[in-house]
């Protein structure tokens, strides 16, 4: 029944942002920890952040001091504020959201295209 829904990708210049959302609806007791994926061509797919639910939020290297992810348990959604794109961030980027008593559930992936 839970259903999680991407939007917010598209085509950018090199230096550009995007904000991803991913918004769960469904039967949701509660939320534990959210993450953005990705997964660029011939690449496996790769964790890119993580957040908490009490808000401790953690990044890989490469998007260090660029993206920041962050939360709104009210609306049951996930963010991803990308910022400084650069060509190597062109891939399909995925939200998974760990649901109290339900488990992982993945969203349908949005693609991020940065042009140089």
């Known amino acids: 029944q839970v259903q999680l829904v991407e939007s917010g990708g598209g085509l950018v210049q090199a230096g550009g942002s995007l904000r991803l959302s991913c918004a769960a609806s469904g039967s949701i007791v509660s939320i534990d920890t959210m993450y953005w994926y990705r997964q660029a061509p011939g690449k496996q797919r790769e964790l890119v952040a993580s957040i908490t639910r009490r808000g401790n939020a953690n990044s890989v290297d490469s998007v260090k001091g660029r993206f920041t992810i962050s939360r709104d348990d009210a609306k049951n959604t996930v963010y991803l504020q990308m910022n400084s794109l650069k060509p190597e961030d062109t891939a399909v980027y995925y939200c998974?959201?760990?649901?109290?008593?339900?488990?992982?559930?993945w969203g349908q992936g949005t693609q991020v295209t940065v042009s140089s």
């Open positions: 998974k959201i760990d649901i109290r008593y339900e488990g992982f559930y």
